[in-house]
């Protein structure tokens, strides 16, 4: 069987476009930002940006946007003892009838085609798979052809909502001015349509939750307050579309509020320890007084993150005594504090009590490198909480009632406990 054979191709001489040689000798030129970075062509053969020049029809595709896509593709060498040559990037060689195109080829077009003209008309031999094959149809490189396709998408906006989406932040002690100071620190960084009411827990609710019992206490509290709320006409918790416990805790009133409602429930603890294993490798965690550090360590290990804790600091300060003392007294504890968990391990460090969250700044200041570099994170847990739970409304998962969170009322009923 002889094999075929394609009769030598002619040298076609296509004039130098001013506009393809300008794109050919600048690399910004060829890649203007809005398609950087360049992508190899992937596109399959019948779609909207293969290319069509293998059956002779010309594209329909302007020469800019397809030119800022292509690679660069250096001109074939020329042959010995022939005359000096303009340089110009490689095209596609016209296979049908109809008009030849100047269109620059990508890499793997170009690996593709078969033959390009040598000088006297002698066919300089290239790879295979030319888009004009031995019947004249279209070859496999047709299939891989230049794209002008960007990799990078239209950009999505969110969708306008009839009414913003509201939290509750509760702050479970009874002392106002620490509700007040977290709703300032998160203000700046609230995001769009959402709305944040604080709320401090009523009489007899402790000042601060420093142990156990002040924990339990605040629960009854905040559960009795919230339910005659519930209850009224007026101002009412089924208008939240979420409520996050502001207490650096494993706080039972989270369960607790789990149970009786269906909208997300997190605290600021469990939101900052998930976002520290997010962005860092070993998390450490300033703490107030001694007994909140022992605290801490044993509800980082129920979270099952003991293995990324290099431990907390304590700054031996009371809760309130973050507000009663000078504020350069409480800076200066907490950044040794900080230095200390750095020093440790930490990538990460979370502020531990939801009175500190004006602290974050001098924070970051005390753990940055010598040369001014901030390096370490620096977690402020109320911002991790109302960031979290904005998440968590958008995505419309409520709590789920089947197993752990089930409701507690038909219990009670049951029982004939009807107190709350």
Not at 284 to 291: E, P, Y
Not at 295 to 301: F, G, H, I, P, S
Request: glycine share 10%.
């Amino acid at each position: 069987m002889s094999s075929y054979q394609s009769p030598p191709l002619q040298r076609q001489q296509t004039p130098r476009n001013p506009v393809d040689h300008a794109y050919t000798n600048s690399y910004s030129g060829r890649f203007p930002s809005q398609n950087f970075p360049p992508q190899s062509p992937t596109n399959e053969a019948g779609s909207s940006s293969s290319n069509p020049f293998g059956d002779g029809r010309a594209s329909s595709r302007s020469r800019s946007s397809t030119i800022g896509q292509n690679y660069p593709i250096p001109a074939q060498p020329p042959m010995p003892n022939s005359p000096p040559q303009n340089v110009q990037p490689l095209f596609a060689q016209h296979s049908g009838g109809g008009q030849q195109s100047s269109r620059p080829v990508s890499r793997s077009a170009a690996s593709a085609s078969a033959s390009i003209s040598g000088p006297g008309g002698s066919s300089v031999a290239m790879m295979q798979g030319a888009l004009g094959g031995p019947n004249g149809g279209v070859g496999p490189s047709a299939r891989t052809t230049a794209s002008n396709r960007s990799p990078f998408s239209t950009p999505v906006t969110s969708l306008s909502r009839q009414r913003p989406h509201q939290i509750l932040l509760i702050n479970p002690n009874s002392t106002r001015s620490i509700t007040e100071a977290c709703l300032n620190s998160i203000r700046p960084v609230i995001p769009m349509g959402v709305e944040v009411t604080g709320y401090t827990a009523p009489y007899p609710a402790p000042t601060a939750i420093e142990s156990a019992t002040d924990a339990i206490m605040s629960t009854e509290a905040v559960l009795r307050d919230l339910a005659k709320h519930a209850a009224s006409n007026g101002e009412t918790v089924q208008n939240f579309d979420g409520m996050i416990v502001a207490c650096f805790s494993k706080h039972p009133l989270i369960d607790a509020l789990r149970e009786s409602y269906d909208v997300p429930i997190i605290g600021i603890m469990e939101a900052s320890l998930y976002v520290a294993r997010m962005l860092g490798g070993r998390f450490g965690i300033v703490a107030t007084g001694q007994r909140s550090k022992i605290m801490q360590d044993d509800q980082v290990a129920g979270y099952g993150l003991s293995h990324f804790y290099v431990g907390s600091e304590s700054t031996h300060l009371g809760v309130l005594e973050l507000e009663a003392r000078s504020r350069d007294e409480v800076a200066k504890r907490i950044a040794h504090a900080s230095r200390t968990l750095v020093v440790k391990g930490a990538d990460t460090i979370l502020l531990g009590c939801a009175g500190m969250t004006d602290m974050t700044r001098a924070v970051k200041d005390a753990v940055r490198e010598e040369d001014g570099r901030r390096t370490v994170n620096v977690i402020d847990s109320v911002e991790a909480g109302v960031m979290m739970m904005a998440g968590l409304i958008n995505m419309g998962i409520p709590t789920s009632k089947k197993g752990l969170y089930k409701g507690e009322k038909e219990g009670r009923r049951t029982r004939g406990q009807n107190w709350l």
